[in-house]
């Protein structure tokens, strides 16, 4: 996972939860976009759909500059 950025520091990103449905699977902190965060999910997990709701952030139009699930 990393965060978009804006040059005059909003749009960050700095704490989300992932969700399949009505169960909440993990919250993570992402305070710097200039790092590839890597989180793993225990348990493992079986889905067609998650959902990313941004907890915290600088402001602005937040977004994600990446993210990549792995089996």
């Known amino acids: 996972f990393r965060s978009r950025k804006m040059s005059d520091g909003s749009s960050i990103v700095t704490r989300f939860r992932l969700s399949n449905g009505s169960r909440v699977i993990d919250t993570f ?26 907890l915290d952030s600088t402001g602005g139009n937040t977004g994600i500059k990446e993210i990549q699930f792995f089996e």
């Open 29 to 54: 902190d992402t305070p710097d976009p200039d790092i590839a965060y890597d989180f793993g999910l225990s348990p493992i997990i079986s889905t067609q759909q998650i959902r990313i709701d941004v």
